[in-house]
T-cell receptor, first 112, second 112 residues
Framework: SQQGEEDPQALSIQEGENATMNCSYK?????LQWYRQNSGRGLVHLIL?????REKHSGRLRVTLDTSKKSSSLLITASRAADTASYFC????????????FGKGITLSVRP | SQTIHQWPATLVQPVGSPLSLECTVEGTSNPNLYWYRQAAGRGLQLLFY??????ISSEVPQNLSASRPQDRQFILSSKKLLLSDSGFYLCAWSDNILGEQYFGPGTRLTVT
């Protein structure tokens, strides 16, 4: 069953601009992860943020987590054409037998 | 470093034919292994996961089965394919059931 829901479904920006993608979820989580998928390829893990963390950075990526609002955002700064891909948020719920549950993804197009 | 292989990369099979997709991981021991299916324009659906040799958990009633005959080998099978089995199949591994997952390149299956 789907847990995370990304917003918007599609985003088109100019190279150099920042891209902000949002994810909302329904139940309590252990952590939230963001992945990237280039067309026709496997997913690549970008960043994991734990439920007791509020913000994490990795290079041009910044992820925030607001557990009170059950939401997360992924910010890509100074976007490049190579950032064009689908981005997925995925959550690991609390409780026994927790597994990674993916949203439907956001399609990001960065125009050169 | 760890690598994950999947084959074949693409497959076209007639309805009613058998299926065998293979996934192998190198450079790690006792990984958690996962099979996902991704329908066009959608997120990932977890099909099976395994925490050890011979231990398979099924997430969704399917026309599919999985086996783990060796520590780093995960096989997805079907005795008789259906049209609805078409999709992009992804294998992944993790060393922590709650942590990040690392994906293979995927197999594009078309059932005709």
């Amino acid at each position: 069953s789907q847990q995370g829901e990304e917003d918007p479904q599609a985003l088109s920006i100019q190279e150099g601009e920042n891209a902000t993608m949002n994810c909302s979820y329904k139940t309590s989580i252990n952590n939230l992860q963001w992945y990237r998928q280039n067309s026709g390829r496997g997913l690549v893990h970008l960043i994991l943020i734990r439920s007791n963390e509020r913000e994490k950075h990795s290079g041009r990526l910044r992820v925030t987590l607001d557990t009170s609002k059950k939401s997360s955002s992924l910010l890509i700064t100074a976007s490049r054409a190579a950032d064009t891909a689908s981005y997925f948020c995925a959550t690991v719920n609390t409780g026994a037998n927790s597994k990674l549950t993916f949203g439907k993804g956001i399609t990001l197009s960065v125009r050169p | 470093s760890q690598t994950i292989h999947q084959w074949p990369a693409t497959l076209v099979q007639p309805v009613g034919s058998p299926l065998s997709l293979e996934c192998t991981v190198e450079g790690t021991s006792n990984p958690n292994l996962y099979w996902y299916r991704q329908a066009a324009g959608r997120g990932l659906q977890l099909l099976f996961y395994s925490v050890g040799i011979g231990q398979i958990s099924s997430e969704v009633p399917q026309n599919l089965s999985a086996s783990r005959p060796q520590d780093r080998q995960f096989i997805l099978s079907s005795k008789k394919l259906l049209l609805s089995d078409s999709g992009f199949y992804l294998c992944a591994w993790s060393d922590n059931i709650l942590g990040e997952q690392y994906f293979g390149p995927g197999t594009r299956l078309t059932v005709t």
